[in-house]
């Protein structure tokens, strides 16, 4: 069986090594206390603490250990979410500006990158999202007439122009986006933590938050060990929420997603393999995606947990994958294997609830959380430390809410198991 520990996370093994924070001990003040230390609590942090708030950032483990430090390490631009539904859905103007916000979204992760020297390998050569069928194409094309109607330079490959960069065989055709890239996104959670530190914030790791109260016109956040109190709160727990802070409980569906990493490929094996690193992903209902690292390991995931009865249909499902993308990859041997949560709202779109005065919750990037994440982030910050909301990318609820997740939950991992299996033992599912 798979194991499925942190430790067996390629990108924990890979990221720079850094020296671990301290839990909260004593009761602390600040301008801002942020919740969570995954892309959006340490983007925030860096940003409030660059606008001279006072910031405490607690962790219920270690920086990334959430979704941060789990991803396939796509930067895109947008949201999965073509643009034109995310205007159906949101109205024209919100939409809109959603949709702008988050184009630019690799712009603004690139050039923290940039600026504050994180070393988390990043390759900014653009993503292929590939065609799986003749259907997927039909789903490209129109991507591609909504991209280009908003000026995005992406392009719509031919079927053999796909073959030449992928070097596999399995595609009909890919949406080029040379806005996005790739990068090592647990090194790029810690960049953003180490550069927060820099800025003066304070983080904190193995602090838990059990409790947040109103107490005295300020927000007051408990742990096992200390309290912090600020008048600003960000609660950015997203799919891992610890259950322990019920009264911000984010609602979303769980959907869980798995890698596993070959050891390093010979130049031999890797020929003709994504010439260009361009980091992809497919138009299946039950997606897949692929990339290189920096060392020549192929990366392939798709959705799944690896922690159920039925999860071998996942591995096996992987093996025969890689031998259908690359048949001179058959048999590889596959040294990583990991999973993590992605928080899925109804809609497919993340959501921001101000549960308070200046106090908010963030979550539901529906699988689209580096660039979001760190956009959303960053938003929150700027909007508490100037006082003005037209920062932020989405208007805040009051309160948001969702019926039957656990359903849903059970629904989408039911769904890509038996998938998997049935692309394992060689059947055709019915659907796209
Ligand atoms: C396997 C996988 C692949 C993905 N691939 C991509 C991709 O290629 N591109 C992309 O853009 N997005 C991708 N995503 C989505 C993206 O990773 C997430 O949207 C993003 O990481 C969310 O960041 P976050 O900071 O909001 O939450 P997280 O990174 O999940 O951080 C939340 C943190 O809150 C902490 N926490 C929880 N409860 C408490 C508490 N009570 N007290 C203190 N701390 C607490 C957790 O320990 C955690 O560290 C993927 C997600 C997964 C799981």
């Known amino acids: ?37 995954g892309f959006t609590g340490c983007s925030a942090a860096l940003e409030a603490s660059k606008n001279g708030l006072s910031v405490v950032l607690l962790e219920a483990e270690t920086i990334g250990f959430g979704g941060s430090g789990r991803n396939v390490g796509l930067v895109n631009a947008g949201l999965w979410t073509p643009p034109n539904e995310v205007e159906d859905v949101l109205g024209k103007d919100a939409g809109e500006k ?56 992406v392009d719509l490959l031919s079927q053999s122009d796909t073959k030449l960069r992928t070097g596999s065989n399995a595609f009909h055709g890919a949406l080029f986006d040379p806005r996005a890239g790739t990068i090592q996104p647990l090194s790029y959670c810690l960049g953003l933590a180490t550069a927060a530190i820099g800025k003066t914030a304070q983080l904190f790791e193995k602090s838990p938050v059990t409790q947040i109260v109103r107490e005295n016109q300020k927000w007051l956040v408990k742990t096992e060990r200390g309290t912090a109190t600020a008048p600003n709160i960000i609660v950015a727990t997203n799919a891992y929420t610890n259950g322990e802070v019920p009264e911000q409980q984010p609602q979303f569906s769980l959907v869980h997603y798995f890698q596993l990493a070959t050891e390093p490929l010979t130049q031999t094996e890797r020929q003709n393999i994504l010439p260009a690193l361009e980091g992809c992903w497919d138009t299946a209902m039950v997606m897949s995606s692929f990339r290189f690292d920096r060392d020549g ?26 031998a259908a993308l690359y048949p001179q990859l058959a048999g590889k041997k596959l040294d990583y294997a990991w999973h993590g949560r992605i928080a899925m709202t109804k809609d ?52 948001y809410r969702e019926q039957m997740t656990s359903l849903s939950s059970l629904y989408y991992e039911a769904g890509a198991t038996l998938t998997h299996g049935a692309f394992a033992i060689g059947r055709k599912m019915v659907g796209r």
């Open 1 to 37: 069986m798979i194991k499925t520990k942190f430790n067996n996370n390629l990108w924990a093994k890979t990221a720079n090594p850094v020296n671990p924070l301290p839990p909260l001990e004593g009761d602390i003040k600040a301008d801002l206390i942020i919740v969570g230390g």
């Open 98 to 153: 959603l949709n702008t916000t988050l184009a630019a979204a690799p712009d603004l992760v690139f050039s923290l990158i940039d600026k504050y020297q994180i070393d988390c390998d990043a390759t900014r050569n653009g993503t292929l999202h590939c065609a799986h069928s003749k259907s997927g194409l039909v789903d490209l094309q129109s991507r591609f007439d909504q991209q280009t109607e908003r000026n995005a330079p």
């Open 297 to 322: 390991r192929f990366l392939l995931g798709s959705v799944g947990s690896l922690n159920h009865a039925a999860s071998s249909a996942h591995k096996f499902w992987a093996q025969k994958k890689l």
């Open 348 to 399: 497919h779109l993340p959501k921001i609830v101000e549960f308070g005065p200046n106090a908010y919750s963030v979550f539901g990037y529906s699988g689209r959380g580096i660039g979001p994440g760190t956009v959303f982030g960053t938003a929150l910050a700027r909007s508490i430390s100037t006082g003005d909301k037209s920062h932020l990318p989405v208007a805040p609820l009051k309160q």
